[in-house]
């Protein structure tokens, strides 16, 4: 399966990479190392490579079809990027953009793109390098970001982005496209169109959000950052290391995942691979994983 149809909406999965990345123990560390093995099943081979005990992961876009318009939802890593804070993701040569046009798009038919968040795997396709600069990648686009995202990680206000996992990023990937005047900044909530609306969900970071799809009789929720791993379904109160506010991201996992099971919504976290959306259910004081919905990728 390439694409589904919800509502009026046609959802394509675009990947730019997937596979191991971290040691489950330190991507969580106050997960109990029992529920690896018990949810075994589950996470192997998709989500887990237990030969290694390595979280794995997709970097993907969520490409959407609504009401005549060309949505991307986040967009990976990028290419040819000084990342000196990861050594997988330093100066990648990856083909996304031919991933995309596979999928019936090239980057002059792009009408909107929406960082969920400001992290580095989400905003990595924004730009590109022509003639030795950074200029947008999708030059028709309007670039939707979370106001408090914008301040946060720009480094003029926070001298915590040296050295760290976003160090370089607001200067390659967000700058680039603000001083072309193509950022559009936004806080609380935000109406794109009457399928579709960007909600704050602070606590991985301050300005991290999702994308909630109401069309006819179909829900979805385009997660973002709001879990790693589908173990956060069965264990919600535990994070990720990345986690800025542990006690928000409980809090607001807890909330939408209580959502998408009261909504049948669909779930398509940003980083599932192989087995990448979801729907969820009530159970007991939390939540397990009611059905599977696989798609395939470009």
């Known amino acids: 399966m390439n694409e589904i149809k919800l ?17 489950a123990a330190q991507f969580f560390p106050d997960l109990p190392a029992p529920a ?3 949810h075994h099943a589950t996470l192997v081979p998709d989500h887990l490579d237990d030969q290694n005990d390595l979280v794995k992961v997709a970097m993907q876009t969520w490409l959407l079809r609504s009401e005549g318009r060309t949505i991307l939802i986040d967009t990976g890593v990028g290419n040819g990027k000084s990342r000196p804070a990861v050594d997988a993701w330093d100066h990648l040569e990856l083909d996304y953009l031919g991933n995309l046009e596979r999928a019936g798009v090239r980057p ?27 200029v ?21 206000t926070n001298s915590g982005m ?8 607001f200067e390659d990937s967000v700058t680039p496209v603000h001083a072309a005047g193509q950022v559009q900044l936004w806080e609380g909530s935000h109406l794109i169109d009457t399928n579709l609306r960007l909600e704050s969900a602070p606590g991985h970071t301050p300005g991290s959000s999702v994308v909630v799809l109401s069309s006819g009789n179909d829900n979805a929720l385009f997660a973002g950052d709001l ?16 986690c800025v506010d542990p006690v928000q991201s409980r809090a607001t996992r807890r909330r ?7 909504t049948t919504a669909l779930v398509l976290p940003a980083h599932f691979s192989g087995h990448s959306a979801l729907e969820v259910e009530h159970r007991g004081d939390g939540f397990a994983i009611k059905n599977w919905a696989p798609f395939s990728r470009y």
């Open 7 to 23: 509502g009026d909406v046609t959802i394509t999965r675009v990947e730019e990479t997937h596979g191991p990345i971290m040691p």
């Open 36 to 38: 690896w093995q018990e």
């Open 108 to 134: 002059e038919d792009v009408d909107l793109v929406v960082n969920t968040h400001l992290h580095v795997d989400h905003v990595g396709w924004n730009t590109r390098l022509v003639d030795g600069a950074w």
């Open 136 to 156: 947008p990648t999708f030059p028709n686009a309007t670039y939707l970001m979370p106001k408090a995202d914008f301040e946060f990680f720009n480094p003029a």
């Open 162 to 169: 040296a050295g760290g996992v976003n160090e370089n990023v």
């Open 227 to 242: 879990m790693h791993t589908p173990l956060q379904v069965t264990h919600p109160d535990h994070n990720s290391c990345f």
């Open 256 to 262: 939408l995942l209580g959502w998408a099971a009261d």
